[in-house]
């Protein structure tokens, strides 16, 4: 259903852009996020974006660095991460929530179907 893209290794302060593929039907009608898990933590919900109006939430964590986007010709969710900082080093995941259209909060128990998640290692 889901397959991530754009991870990579990157120095502190640079920007990576990661992508999504998923189907018209996905992104039209189920809200979409991104999660991020390190080793021996549970996964991070990282931001949100509603399908009906494009709005979007964030982790503090990430607030003011990272921008959810998606782009239903390319049938692609993104997510560009600016400023990186070491502690961003993790594998990121897509994934939709299936209840609607809107996003209810990033609780990964609330998410329906995953990626297989793509590696992004912050580091100088």
């Known amino acids: 259903h889901l397959m991530e893209s754009g991870g990579g290794l990157v120095q502190p302060g640079g920007s990576l852009r990661l992508s999504c593929v998923a189907s018209p039907f996905t992104l039209n009608y189920y809200a979409m996020a991104w999660f991020r898990q390190t080793p021996g933590k549970g996964r991070e919900g990282i931001s949100c974006?509603?399908?009906?109006?494009?709005?979007?939430v964030y982790a503090d964590s990430v607030k003011g660095r990272f921008t959810i986007s998606r782009d239903v010709a390319a049938n692609t969710l993104y997510l560009q991460m600016n400023n990186l900082k070491s502690e961003d080093t993790a594998v990121y995941y897509c994934a939709t929530d299936e209840e609607g259209p809107l996003c209810r909060d990033l609780t990964p128990q609330k998410y329906d179907y995953w990626g297989h998640g793509t590696q992004v290692t912050v580091s100088s």
């Open positions: 974006i509603a399908s009906n109006d494009g709005s979007t």
